[in-house]
């Protein structure tokens, strides 16, 4: 296909926004959908700022993507002026996650979208045999 | 997929569309509308929320139905609160209670606003924060914050913020008593601490438009409007905490739905029986955070006064700055309508779609006990916005509920890639609409032709009986979200 083995790209909806990320992993594939929503919104930190743990819980695959995704809504939202530097999945299992996100200040700050939320529309978590991962969500904007 | 015409402006989604269907799906609107529903896919949404339990009647679409997620925007669908009905956040949406409100004034835009537009919207812009992580007018202690959910509008009357008339002239009288602020998370909270009295962002703005027709005299007459006349129009919901709330609720319900055996076509449908504790919660939790979008505008609008004020140096009284009135068209309701020649306790989703009860409702406002409810539909920006007022027809066809704005045509990136918002904001200024200063990303995004024809969906609201057309309002100056 061309595309690098890991990666976003956004989806177009008439009235929203989706993402479309894939990794080699399903680890490396939610990490992706995260720096996504973090683009999306335009608060992507390109310094290294302050490390916070967190779990999350899910019926599925889907289930934990959206919880995920709603984390760092919220994160994002209320942490002012502070954008997402990085992003790391230390744990996934099949209903659950623990990260590590590390959020900084925003030097310079770019437009982005309000994201109200995570939605489970056409939501899916697609992985393969070998492991490698994509997955399609949906944002409300 | 197909539509069977019914007749000019009502089309029929028959059962079997799609497995599971309860009931049929309606889809009001001209032929044009209906044709660009069933385009967008709109239509199979239409069809997926007629499979959910409790469904009486219909699964109906208004005239400026667009795809959403599970729920079509524009969707409107009650559910039997007596026997095995549900209740979907979904179905409500995340920007909770968002709505319009309108203040009329006493001026006219001739002779006397017009030369002072610039410095008119160049204060409300400056009273109005906007876009993305905007702080609101007030920051609220948590203590604050749960007044807030509970009384609405009042929290800010009993602050000496705003007249008693404001309240009487918001549906539900400016508080939604069934509200349980214990529903409401300590996130949601905290994402409201800081947000009452902001615009947001997407497609929330706050216009001044004139009044360029009035099709109903008498109604017009009752609300005060008159061609010429001056107004203010502001499209707002409720902010971070109403998207948390259906956050929490629908992560809850997504769960649940397994343990109850509940199946639906697509996720973002998730829902309960009405009866089951988690729909109680969720309905407590929904009407706190309208409480919060009608306090929300209804500081926003002490801002439009505060504007007004210092560039007439009049105060607000004296200058007509009126409320008249207040719909949100993001709400599920326990409502009583007649279907089949009884009186049935039902609950009204309303997502993308307003409220629009005919003359003589016992729920109306004395004022407008005559005419009917008023309903307030927000044009694109640069083109007209609509008052209209609900019938009795609304209240047999269609749950008492007409068309919410022009609905989306094209993707945001659509619309960017076919203008920029420097671009844009100059061929604005050509029209002789001033902006105030905002995002020019968000403004391309947000451009009139990314919308369907707004004429043409008020047109098709009378057409199908749903709502009279009173006045025509078309936009002076803009303050984007």
Redesign the interface.
């Known amino acids: 296909m061309g595309e690098p083995r890991t990666g976003f790209a956004?989806l177009?909806?008439?009235?929203?926004?989706g993402i479309r990320a894939w990794g080699p992993s399903p680890r490396e594939a939610f990490e992706q959908a995260g720096v996504g929503l973090a683009a999306l919104?335009?608060l992507t930190a390109r310094s290294p700022g302050r490390a916070t743990q967190f779990h999350v819980d899910g019926?599925d695959a889907?289930?934990l993507l959206?919880?995920l995704l709603?984390e760092l809504?919220?994160r994002l939202?209320?942490a002012?002026?502070e954008g997402l530097a990085s992003l790391r999945i230390t744990r996934l299992d099949p209903t659950s996650l623990q990260a590590t996100v590390e959020l900084a200040p925003m030097r310079d700050p770019v437009?982005?979208?309000?994201v109200?939320?995570a939605?489970?529309?056409?939501?899916e978590v697609a992985e393969r045999p070998e492991g490698a991962t994509e997955i399609r969500v949906?944002l409300?904007? | 997929m197909e539509l069977q015409r019914i007749d000019d402006f009502e089309w029929s989604v028959p059962i079997g569309t799609v497995e599971g269907m309860r009931v049929p799906g309606i889809v009001f609107g001209s032929e044009d509308l209906a044709r660009r529903a069933l385009d967008d896919r709109a239509v199979l949404q239409v069809a997926n929320v007629a499979t959910l339990p409790g469904i009486v009647d219909a699964s109906l679409a208004m005239p400026d139905i667009h795809w959403g997620y599970g729920f079509p925007i524009g969707g409107v669908a009650a559910f039997d609160a007596d026997a095995d009905g549900v209740i979907s956040p979904g179905g409500v949406g995340f920007d909770i209670a968002c709505g319009v409100r309108l203040l009329r004034t006493d001026l006219s835009w001739e002779p006397e606003v017009r030369p002072k537009i610039r410095e008119l919207v160049a204060a409300l812009g400056a009273a109005t924060p906007r876009g993305t992580g905007a702080g609101g007018r007030l920051r609220l202690t948590r203590a604050e914050v749960l007044r807030v959910l509970r009384d609405g509008v009042g929290f800010l009357l009993d602050r000496g913020v705003g007249v008693p008339e404001d309240a009487e002239r918001c549906e539900d009288g400016g508080v939604l008593r069934e509200a349980d602020p214990e529903q409401v998370s300590e996130r949601a909270m905290t994402r409201g601490a800081g947000q009452l009295g902001s615009l947001g962002a997407g497609n929330h703005f706050l216009e001044v438009q004139v009044v360029d027709e009035i099709l109903e005299p008498v109604a017009g007459n009752v609300m005060g409007l008159f061609e010429g006349q001056v107004c203010v129009m502001i499209h707002c919901g409720s902010r971070g905490l109403g998207h948390q709330v259906c956050t929490d609720h629908l992560a809850t319900m997504d769960r649940l739905m397994r343990s109850l055996d509940i199946r639906v076509p697509d996720r973002q449908l998730a829902c309960v029986p009405l009866a089951h504790e988690a729909a109680r919660r969720y309905l407590g939790a929904m009407n706190a955070a309208a409480n919060f979008a009608r306090a929300n505008r209804h500081l926003l609008a002490d801002g439009v006064r505060a504007s007004f004020e210092s560039v007439f140096r009049r105060s607000p009284q004296s200058l007509g700055v009126d409320l008249v009135y207040d719909v949100a068209h993001n709400l599920a309701k326990l409502e009583e309508h007649e279907l089949d020649g009884r009186r049935r306790n039902l609950c009204v989703h309303r997502k993308g779609a307003t409220r629009a009860f005919g003359p003589g409702h016992a729920s109306l406002p004395p004022v407008y006990r005559t005419i009917g409810q008023p309903v307030l539909i927000p044009g694109s920006m640069g083109t007209a916005s609509f008052v209209l007022v609900g019938t009795a027809e609304a209240e047999r066809k269609a749950f008492a509920s007409t068309c919410h704005g022009a609905g989306r045509a094209l993707s945001r990136t659509q619309a960017r890639k076919r203008i920029g918002g420097r671009e844009l904001a100059r061929q604005l200024d050509e029209q002789g609409i001033v902006l105030a200063p905002g995002s020019p990303r968000l403004l391309a995004e947000e451009a009139p032709f990314a919308y369907k024809d707004i004429e043409e969906v008020v047109r098709s609201c009378e057409g199908a009986g749903l709502t009279r057309t009173v006045a025509r309002l078309r936009p002076v100056g803009v303050v984007k979200g």
Do not use: I, N, P, R
């Open positions: 956004f177009e909806h008439t009235a929203d926004v919104m335009g019926v889907g289930g959206v919880a709603d809504v919220f939202e209320t002012e002026g437009e982005g979208l309000v109200k939320a939605t489970y529309h056409q939501l949906f409300d904007v």
